[in-house]
């Protein structure tokens, strides 16, 4: 939110009191408080009729500092909070009169007392700073108060807020947000934290995540549910500004030498992701959204993959398993499916998991929807005339309310009997659309539970999987999240548009999620609306099978490929199974992004931070630690990227390139920009019909480019996660030297080295 008029002048609407000086400096666990008036004190009468701000900063982490500025203490928000884990470090604190120095890990936060300002620093340089009317207590459209009687006898009127504002240096870069469709580098944008179903063409997002990444080793957590707002560098352009409504604000400084330890460190508070099934990486086939179907139509999709040898994981039912008007009762239309459970022990006979779409909304026209409201389960008025209702998406339609304990053990029971009847897997759509106008069972403030609604909706349903069919096989295509949510793995990027602009918006918006804490994330395959031309079909297709998850889904039309063309078919499986060989390598960089937070799909900026080509690209990704992924954008199939320094080779044609710049190719639909890190080696498995397989079977392992004197490393992961093999690989003397360690090694290996000069050596590790 803006609160000046250009740099120097506050908005006539906007009473302002910025802390000045540090007066008081105490110690308290963990940190220091500090009292900091709105103008300095320097005498007894300084100290009266004024307003004063207590700050506090306190260690929650490793290189994580915990920020609160408080107006009114007393203030009682009714705000829900995230579950945070913290674990605080030691601190040193040294209080002098010219200034406050606080100690913990690698941070250190120094305040100068008067002037007041402070900044924290690491690794002996400044990372940002605060000074000059960069933290306030804001009175919005104040009305003065009275000494008569009436009114405002001794009391404002007015809307708080809390701003605080840190500096930007030149040419830093600023990133995250969550799940973003605008421009990739955030500077000069303002940024509101409100979920809402918005499209992948706009500045809405259904994934709001209230952190951001810099380019100078640091990012920045804001520890509000709520709507709060980020000026990046346009209210004045030398600060982010983050303001929330209210009397306090909150937020984590973090510190890392790279974007993965920041990565580490972030989600070390807000949570880990959960690892997901080693089949949920295949292909997904769905009914789209509006088609007719019934069991034979499901079945003629089915067989169709199948007598086309195109590898098929997954089938997903979208909305109309469930009949029209009766969204979303659990109840399976049984004038179209009249055998479910027979039906879904077919479709697992055939070797694939199902997919059951769900929401939050019930409908009034069925019985789930008389059961919730006689029990109390729905959100209910503001003005307390019963239940609130609306006719958007379906007929009267009600929310459940996520924080009443019986409410949501009467909707897992419905989960439940969905995965009892066989159903492996839940889509869980909206989240986003959470009216304001309500009260929830445990009295939190309908406007900071907006956001946080979408993380209780997927963590109720997410646990209630992981009850049903144990942890390790439990996973979610969910729309709407906020931070946290990266917990309940899989989100996919909601309704893009059948064109390339929107298919590169997609794009964008994978990697500021990535910057996010998300480290498994998916998209619709050739669009949502409308429907793609073959040309953008198959190169959707390219970038939708080189992504973590894969889906095919649509709106109008099925998205099976023979109804594109003949090619269409060639190439969706071509690549489905190259995924497939893929797995020990893909696997592997999912179980790191489980342990440590990195995620699987990763900006440029993120692999190579130090590289200044790489903090604007948005337009190709690293895919773990060693494939660089460059999709087409254009009808053409010219494709421009960059390779950072270092030795590459395409993974599809062979060609080999230097790093260090630019380059132009056009490719058929059977090859793109996809290339493989100098020095690096990567497990190809044998099987391209499932996902799911035993990763040491049938294995070549591919060291790729070795140059001396370096060494690279890999671990296969069995379908649990634990490591099975470790191989080493190095060139010394201009020999290639490959070592197997681990529990399980196989009796003989594989291998191919590729060469500078484009030969390649084969050869069996014993």
Known sequence: MKFTEGFWLRKESVQASYATQAYTVEEIPGGMRIVAPEHPIHSRADALDLTALVLE???????DIAVTATHFQGYEPDEPRYELNLEPEPTELTVTEDEAVLKAGDITVRVHRDPFSYQFEADGKVLTTSGFRNLGYMRVNKRPMSYRPGKHYLTQEYEPYMLSELSLKPGETVYGFGERFTPFVKNGQTVTMWNEDGGTASEVSYKNVPLY??????????????PASFEVGTEKVEFVGLSVPGEQIRYHLIYGETPE???????????????????????????????????ETTGKLIAGM??????????????????????????WDDEVFSDVEGMLQRYHDKGLKVCCWINPYIGQNNDMFREGMENGYFLMRWDGKGIKQVDNWQPGLAVLDVTNPDACEWYAGK???????????????????????VEYYDGSDPMAMHNYYSYLYNKLVFETLEEEKGKGNAVLFARSGTAGSQKFPVHWGGDCSATYASMAETLRAGLSFAMSGFAFWSHDISGFESTATPDLYKRWVQFGLFSTHSRLHGADTYRVP??????????????????????????????KAHNHGTPMMRPMIFSFPEDPACKYLDMQYMLGDSLLVAPVFNEEGRTSFYLPEGLWKNLLDGEVLSGGRWYERTYDYFHMAVFVKGDTILPVGGNKAVPDYDYLEDLTLHYYLPTEDRTCRIEIPDLSGTTLLEVEASCRNGKVHLQMKGDRKPEKLRYVVHLEDGSEENGELR
């Open 57 to 63: 900063f306190v260690s929650a982490g490793h290189n």
């Open 415 to 437: 989960i439940r009997d969905l995965l009892r009847k066989g159903v492996d897997a839940i889509k869980t759509d909206f989240g986003e659309r959470i009216p304001i106008d």
């Open 306 to 331: 199948q007598d086309r040898n195109i590898p098929t994981r997954v089938f997903h039912f979208d909305c109309y398993w469930m009949k029209a008007l009766h969204w979303c009762d659990f109840t």
């Open 562 to 591: 023979w109804l594109f063309d003949e090619e269409s078919v060639d190439v969706v499986r071509y690549f489905a199974e190259l995924k497939n060989t893929l797995m020990p390598y893909l696997y592997s960089t999912a179980v």
């Open 261 to 295: 330890e920041i990565m580490a460190v972030y989600t070390n508070l807000t949570g880990k992701p959960a690892l997901p099934p080693a089949w949920s990486f295949g292909l997904w086939l769905s009914t789209s959204f509006k088609p007719e179907y019934d069991e």
């Open 213 to 226: 990444v810099s380019s100078e080793h640091y990012a920045v957590f804001a520890d509000h549910t709520g």
